[in-house]
């Protein structure tokens, strides 16, 4: 096999216990077995990359585009969770009626990156870029990788939905009401942080760049003092 993990490594407990450590919301879940899948997905697809953790893998969007000038992607993926449930809860106080479910944007919105751990991992990357002709660069793009990953560990159809929906991959399916809220949310983050100055400038996504220029922040103010 040209790359694919001959074997994941074993699932630890260690493993399960820092994913818990790294994305403490998942606890917030009413469903626990829903908690329990999320936690051993996330496990799984550390084990099957070269990261030991979630908080290794870098900040970034995409493999050095939209870089977290400071910051590893369990901020992200909080920060999204945060902005996805506050979202369902306004609707929920203000629109009773609506019926969102909290948990599948809960989850969907901890584990709408889970393949990240694949696109990221500096081993594929080196891989890919020596040889595209082989499987391509990269052979998988996170958000498929992750809905893999997903209903390997056993989550349900609609995370798993979520974790190959919430991107531009998106485009060619209908979203699901659940996805639409963690992809606005991912979006969101994603836009207020580059406009804020928490990007690095130069790899921006082609599209911001006409829409703003980024402010400087606080750091960056303070260094030219």
Known sequence: ????????????????????EDLPELDELKDKDLR????????LSIAGSSFKRISDIPGDGNPGVMVLKRGT???HLRGVGKLAVDIVDHFAKVFPEAIIDRDIVLCGALCHDIGKAWECDPENQRRWQADPTVV???????????AHICLLAGLPEEIAHIAVAHSPEGDNVKRSLECIVVHQADVAWWTVAAAAGLIERETF????????????????LRAAE
Do not use: C
């Not at 260690?14 to 818990?20: D, F």
């Not at 391509?136 to 992750?146: A, I, Q």
């Open 205 to 220: 996504l082609d599209s911001m760049t006409k829409y703003f220029e980024p402010r400087r922040n606080r750091n960056e």
């Open 136 to 146: 391509g660069r990269p052979s998988l793009r996170h958000p498929v990788y992750g």
């Open 73 to 75: 992607q369990d901020m």
């Open 36 to 43: 329990n899948k999320a936690i051993e997905a996330w496990a």
């Open 1 to 20: 096999m040209a790359g694919y993990p001959k074997a994941f490594r074993p699932v630890t407990d260690e493993m399960r216990r820092q994913v818990l």
